[in-house]
C-alpha cells in the first residue's frame, strides 16, 4: 500500500493520556491512485512514530465492493521497510519486481522487505464483496536498510489463549503461538478474538512496548478504553497486558523493542538523510533498475509517479515524534 500523504508532519491534537495508555484516534486519509478508498491512519502521528519498529499503520473496511470500487494501487515503490498485508475479508492481488505472484487471503501473512529498493501493486479480487484489514510497515534499521527484496507468506492458525479469547500470531511469539517470518528487529504482530465478558492478562516481554488496534468493538487495555480505529500504547516495563471486552471484539496487537534511530519518512520512503530520500524518489521517476518493473498488472495507470519533493528539508523523526528538527 502506499503512502498519500507525502509529508507526515501533521499538526494534530495531542494524544490522550489515560492510566499510562498514550490513545491515538485515527485520521481519515484517502488511499492514492486513480480509485481512491479511505482508510483509518493512526501512524505515524505527530507524538509517535514507532511502536517497536511498528511505523506504520492503516486500518480499513468493512468497504462494500460495489460501493467502494474495492483496491486499485498500481504499481509504487518502497524503501527502508517491510510491508505487513492483513486481511480479515477479501481477497487481493500482489505482484512485486521481485517476481513475486500472490494472493493475500484472511488470516495468512504475507510480509515484503523493500530493502534498497522494490515495487509493488495490489487490487482486489473480482470475487471479493467486502474488503477489510490492515497494512503496517516495519521500519528497518540502517544496518539492515539495503537489504535485498525478500516476500515471505505465512498462513496462521486460530488458537485460544485464554476462555473466551483466540490468537492468531503472525510475526512474533505470544504464548505458545511462534511465527517463522524473519524480522530485522524483535517484533510482536497478532490478531485476537476477545468475546463478549472475556477477561484475560497477556504475558509479555517486559523490554517491549506494546500496541492494540480495535477493529471491531471496543475493549479495556490496561485500565483504558479503547473503540473502533483507536490505537492504545504502553511503553516497555510491563510484563502482562490486561485485556477485557463487554461486548465481541477484536484487535490487533503489536510489540517490540524500543526503535531508537532516527528516519526521514517521506511518501513510500525511509532513509537516513534528506538526500537518500531524494535519489530514490528520482531513481523511481527515471525507471531505474533499482526498483525494476512489475509485469502482469491491468490497471487505469500504469504506475503512480512520486510527488514533488518538498520545498524545505525534510526532517528526521524519532520514536516519539519529538525529536525532529
Do not use: K
Not at 496462521?156 to 503461538?177: D, M, N, W, Y
Not at 497486558?241 to 532516527?262: H, K, N, Q, S, Y
Amino acid at each position: 500500500m502506499t503512502n498519500t500523504e507525502a509529508d507526515v508532519e501533521i499538526d494534530l491534537c495531542p494524544p490522550e493520556q489515560t492510566d499510562g495508555v498514550q490513545i491515538l484516534d485515527p485520521r481519515s486519509v484517502p488511499l492514492g491512485g486513480p480509485r481512491a478508498m479511505t482508510v483509518r491512519r493512526t501512524l505515524p502521528h505527530r507524538e509517535r512514530s514507532f511502536v517497536g519498529a511498528w511505523c506504520f499503520v492503516d486500518h480499513y473496511g468493512p468497504d462494500d465492493v460495489a460501493v467502494s470500487g474495492g483496491m486499485d494501487v498500481p504499481p509504487h515503490p518502497h524503501t527502508g521497510l517491510q510491508t505487513v498485508s492483513w486481511l480479515f475479508q477479501g481477497n487481493i492481488e500482489h505482484r512485486d519486481t521481485g517476481g513475486v505472484h500472490a494472493a493475500v487471503m484472511p488470516g495468512e501473512l504475507n510480509l515484503m522487505t523493500g530493502g534498497r529498493g522494490i515495487a509493488h501493486s495490489e487490487v482486489s479480487t473480482p470475487d471479493t464483496c467486502v474488503l477489510h484489514g490492515v497494512q503496517l510497515w516495519v521500519v528497518l534499521p540502517e544496518a539492515d536498510r539495503d537489504m535485498p527484496r525478500d516476500f515471505q507468506h505465512f498462513p496462521t492458525q486460530s488458537r485460544q489463549i485464554a476462555p473466551g479469547i483466540h490468537a492468531r500470531v503472525f510475526i512474533g511469539e505470544l504464548g505458545s503461538q511462534a511465527s517463522p517470518v524473519r524480522t530485522a528487529t524483535p517484533l510482536l504482530g497478532a490478531e485476537l478474538e476477545v468475546e463478549s465478558g472475556a477477561w484475560h492478562s497477556i504475558d509479555v516481554d517486559p523490554s517491549f512496548e506494546h500496541a492494540v488496534l480495535v477493529d471491531r468493538g471496543s475493549i479495556s487495555f490496561c485500565g483504558s478504553r479503547l473503540t473502533r480505529g483507536q490505537l492504545g500504547i504502553v511503553d516497555p516495563g510491563r510484563r502482562d497486558l490486561v485485556i477485557a471486552a463487554a461486548e465481541d471484539a477484536r484487535i490487533i496487537l503489536l510489540g517490540g523493542t524500543p526503535f531508537d534511530e532516527e528516519v526521514v519518512m517521506w511518501w513510500n520512503f525511509i532513509a537516513s538523510t534528506h538526500e537518500a530520500v531524494a535519489r530514490a524518489r528520482q531513481e523511481w521517476q527515471d525507471h531505474s533498475d533499482r526498483f525494476g518493473e512489475v509485469h502482469g498488472y491491468r490497471g487505469p495507470s500504469p504506475r503512480l509517479d512520486a510527488p514533488p519533493m518538498p520545498g524545505v528539508r525534510l526532517r528526521p523523526r524519532g520514536r516519539t515524534g519529538r525529536n525532529a528538527r
